[in-house]
């Protein structure tokens, strides 16, 4: 087998995908759920939900984002938690009452895979090495895909918001065809992606 009967002449993309060094750059990606697991940090025994992520569409396709939703006793935690059953449809939110409740069918998180929404990438720094940078979905990443300020988002290719943590790398992403962030370094040469430090949890 020569080194080149395998290379097909798609090259849609490629630029973006290697300006990000392979990781999916910061923006905003239509994505479905595809996994949910429950988890524990090592240090503390802190629950949590690990949900995985599919990209629907651009030149990120097929690529999944996995982020944990840790079940402490702290108002941002309860918060993100309470923002994902929401937007995965695990729970509905009564305007009147201004409380959660149960959807019937809905039980667990796993209970919503393949519910399409729109999620917030944006670039973490690795807990050891500064100089590389994770994909991970923003603290208020979990988005509406009917919401108006999201459609338009979309519009406009998915780019960062003004200000936003990944705005400082430059760019647009989503398959806009928009210029990229300067690369990360990629990961190690197992392909293993490093899993962010939960000690302090």
């Known amino acids: 087998m020569s080194f080149y009967d395998n290379i097909d002449d798609d090259a849609a993309g490629v630029e973006d995908r290697m300006a990000s060094g392979g990781q999916i750059a910061p923006g905003f990606y239509r994505a479905k759920l595809v996994g ?34 840790w ?3 702290k108002q ?24 959660l409740e149960k959807v019937e069918g809905k039980n667990d998180f796993l209970d919503c895979r393949e519910t399409e929404i729109v999620i917030e990438i944006v670039h973490e720094p690795d807990q050891h090495d500064k100089a590389k940078f994770w994909p991970r979905i923003a603290p208020n990443g979990f988005h509406d895909p009917n919401d108006s300020k999201i ?51």
Request: net charge positive; no cysteine; glycine share 16%.
């Open 71 to 73: 079940n402490t006793d």
């Open 36 to 69: 949910a697991a429950e988890v524990e940090s090592k240090s503390k025994g802190t629950p949590g939900m690990e949900l995985t992520f599919e990209v629907m569409g651009g030149v990120f396709d097929g690529k999944e984002v996995s982020d944990t939703l």
């Open 76 to 99: 941002f935690s309860q918060d993100r938690i309470k923002l994902a059953m929401v937007r995965l449809g695990l729970r509905r939110l009564n305007p009147q009452t201004n409380k």
């Open 151 to 201: 459609k338009d988002i979309m519009a406009k290719g998915g780019k960062p918001r003004a200000g936003g943590k990944g705005d400082d790398k430059g760019g647009g992403t989503a398959g806009s065809g928009a210029k990229s962030p300067p690369p990360p370094p990629p990961p190690s040469a197992t392909g293993t992606a490093k899993k962010r430090d939960v000690s302090r949890l």
